[in-house]
């Protein structure tokens, strides 16, 4: 879905791009997800990285329903807010979890309202799979948050996380993704306790 999106929104914009090539490379991408795994998990010392095929049904964490994009924004913004500062390690985190979310809005805004509908349950289930990471802040150490401006330039300087990898390209998009979901709450003092929690995803 996030690759799918994200083309959808780049290509009519940048027409000289969208040759039969580049466009025949996007489709055979984003088949090859195709029958792909959720991902992985690292459950602690004891249990190690779970493939998310092999997490059990005991080990999932039950997410409340969502039928509609708004409700789905609504709930990852409040999984942020209320989770951003626990060390959970696993099933690309907050940043996929809001990047997933952020490419079904687009999709939609792009015309595929169907589609997006047809994505809610896989994103239900990444939720579940998020909720059921363990919080490891011994284990791992804990989260620190920064209060860096990433709209001003300084903020680009640093080139290293203090503690996620793939930081680079990862708050580049989730940058985005959250921002794209943010549109969605209308509560400017849930707006604002947003912010500052997405301060643990660009430390």
Request: glycine fraction near 8%; charge should be neutral; avoid cysteine.
């Amino acid at each position: 879905m996030i690759f799918a999106s994200i083309a959808i929104r780049a290509l009519p914009g940048h027409r000289n791009f969208a040759t039969p090539k580049l466009v025949s490379g996007i489709e055979k991408l984003i088949v090859s997800f195709n029958d792909q795994h959720p991902g992985r998990g690292y459950f602690g010392k004891q249990r190690g990285w779970l493939n998310g095929s092999n997490v059990s049904s005991e080990d999932l964490v039950e997410a409340p329903h969502y039928e509609s994009l708004d409700e789905m924004a609504e709930l990852v913004i409040d999984e942020l807010i209320a989770s951003a500062s626990e060390h959970r390690q696993g099933f690309g985190g907050l940043f996929h979890l809001i990047n997933h979310a952020a490419a079904l809005t687009e999709l939609k805004i792009h015309g595929y309202s169907d589609l997006a509908i047809k994505g809610l349950p896989a994103h239900q289930h990444h939720l579940r799979l998020y909720r059921s990471l363990p919080i490891l802040d011994d284990e791992l150490g804990k989260l620190e948050s920064t209060s860096e401006d990433p709209f001003k330039a300084d903020y680009w300087q640093r080139t290293e996380s203090k503690q996620w990898g793939a930081w680079l390209t990862h708050r580049i998009k989730t940058l985005y993704g959250f921002h794209t979901l943010l549109r969605y709450i209308e509560d400017e003092e849930k707006r604002a306790k947003a912010v500052k929690r997405f301060g643990y995803l660009l430390a």
